[in-house]
């Protein structure tokens, strides 16, 4: 039963960066995604990655300023972000499936419980 816990989420200024990590417990990791919800909207997509790391999917809205990566040694996913907006500001949930591809990750079987980020103008 794999358990994913994210941190890194904090206050941040316009223009600024934080890196988010995803560690998984009880299991290696398999594809993974990052997800955020921001105020009064709808859940989306923001990047994914396969197990290998070798592929990686990312959202038009943070393409050229997030990165996602793994180091699959440690079990963990990371999201760095970079120049960010007051737009990125939401939860950030880091999900475990079976593949990753743009958009989102096939048969998710795990979220993370969320990390906070806001970007402040």
């Known amino acids: 039963q794999v358990q994913l816990v994210e941190s890194g989420g904090g206050l941040v200024q316009a223009g600024g960066s934080l890196r988010l990590s995803c560690a998984a417990s009880g299991r290696t990791f398999s594809s993974a995604a990052w997800f955020r919800q921001a105020p009064g909207k709808e859940r989306t997509f923001v990047a994914s990655i396969s197990w290998s790391g070798g592929r990686t999917y990312y959202a038009d809205s943070v393409k050229d300023r997030f990165t996602i990566s793994r180091d699959n040694a440690k079990n963990t996913v990371y999201l760095q972000m970079n120049s960010l907006k007051p737009e990125d500001t939401a939860v950030y949930y880091c999900?475990?499936?079976?593949?990753?591809?743009?958009?989102?990750?096939?048969?998710?079987?795990?979220w993370g419980q969320g990390t906070l980020v806001t970007v402040s103008s």
């Open positions: 999900a475990a499936g079976t593949m990753a591809y743009m958009g989102g990750l096939g048969n998710v079987a795990v």
